[in-house]
């Protein structure tokens, strides 16, 4: 089993930044693409970003590409959603995500660890 946590979650003003950083243990971390998603109530769970094992390779939602920057340290089992420029719309519960790259990296179906999530309020 891995564990994942998630911290840094908490209430921004629009256009402020905030990163989150996902803690995981448990499991090899650099075998794994770790992934961001949001969820807010009322909708579907909804894919942010991820990123390969060595990270060399990431994947944005089209909403937040060029705003939100995905990265990982391996030797640190930490990986990190940096968030820049909010939109109240960006507002949600974030979760941390693994899996082992079998997958699509957009669909959460095929991630086999979940954080238990960090709140994200973006505040006019």
């Known amino acids: 089993q891995m564990q994942l946590r998630e911290t840094g979650g908490g209430l921004v003003q629009a256009g402020g930044s905030l990163r989150l950083s996902c803690a995981a243990s448990?499991?090899?971390?650099?075998?794994?693409?770790m992934g961001w998603f949001r969820q807010v109530p009322g909708k579907d769970r909804e894919f942010v970003a991820a990123i390969s094992w060595s990270g060399g390779d990431t994947w944005y939602e089209s909403s937040v590409k060029g705003r939100f920057t995905i990265s990982r340290d391996n030797a640190n089992s930490m990986a990190y959603l940096q968030m820049n420029n909010l939109k109240l719309e960006d507002g949600a519960v974030y979760y941390c995500?693994?899996?082992?790259?079998?997958?699509?990296?957009?669909?959460?179906?095929?991630?086999?660890?979940w954080g238990q999530g960090t709140q994200v309020t973006v505040s006019s």
């Open positions: 448990g499991r090899p971390f650099s075998s794994y693409v």
């Open positions: 995500a693994a899996q082992s790259g079998m997958g699509s990296v957009f669909l959460g179906r095929y991630y086999d660890y």
